[in-house]
T-cell receptor
């Protein structure tokens, strides 16, 4: 096991609602990256947080936002949910500002109806 | 064109056989390369990093061809437990990992 935990494991929301997903990084890691993985596709980079600051962002709209806390845990917030937001959301923990290897949590499966 | 492309498969492999597949990447400035393994409805797990000189880890061999911009993974003596989706991952300068869509491998008795 990687030591990276995510909550909740599953979530069902209605279009237009807001959701918050949580991630606890592996001990000693100070970087958290978030990915969206649609069914049958590879994970897509949403953004990364390093020492509480956003440190890179993929092609996702501003309604995807995040936070990292002093203990390096992190939240992903998605506003105005759309049906296409249904996916597995993965967080990955690593050390350093340009990490070579990342360790994934089990993911949160979000279904938007 | 996608930044990282993989044959989605599936590759149906008899147990004990060898299977190999490639991944192509478009960014010539890419610096680091990895293979991750993902089991059905589970998170990706790092299988191995890919080094310029090629590297081997047990039954798994990874190669990098910078000139043609592809990496490869070869699995020898396939086991039933090797059935999974293999994700090619490329990192350019900075912090973003770019994943391919994955190659599905099914090892059958």
């Amino acid at each position: 096991e990687t030591g990276v935990t995510q909550s909740p494991t599953h979530l069902i929301k209605t279009r237009g609602q807001q959701v918050t997903l949580r991630c606890s990084s592996q001990s000693g890691h100070n970087t958290v990256s978030w990915y969206q993985q649609a069914l049958g596709q590879g994970p897509q980079f949403i953004f990364q947080y390093y020492r509480e600051e956003e440190n890179g962002r993929g092609n996702f709209p501003p309604r995807f936002s995040g936070l990292q806390f002093p203990n390096y845990s992190s939240e992903l917030n998605v506003n105005a949910l759309e049906l296409d937001d249904s996916a597995l959301y993965l967080c990955a923990s690593s050390f350093g500002v340009t990490p070579a290897e990342q360790y994934f949590g089990p993911g949160t499966r979000l279904t938007v109806t | 064109r996608k930044e990282v492309e993989q044959d989605p498969g599936p590759f149906n492999v008899p147990e004990g056989a060898t299977v190999a597949f490639n991944c192509t990447y478009s960014n010539s400035a890419s610096q680091s390369f990895f293979w991750y393994r993902q089991d059905c409805r589970k998170e990706p797990k790092l299988l191995m990093s890919v080094y310029s000189s090629g590297n081997e880890d047990g039954r798994f061999t990874a190669q990098l061809n910078r000139a043609s911009q592809y990496i490869s993974l070869l699995i020898r003596d396939s086991k039933l437990s090797d059935s999974a989706t293999y994700l090619c991952v490329v990192k350019a300068a900075g912090n973003k990992l770019t994943f391919g869509g994955g190659t599905r491998v099914l090892v059958k008795p």
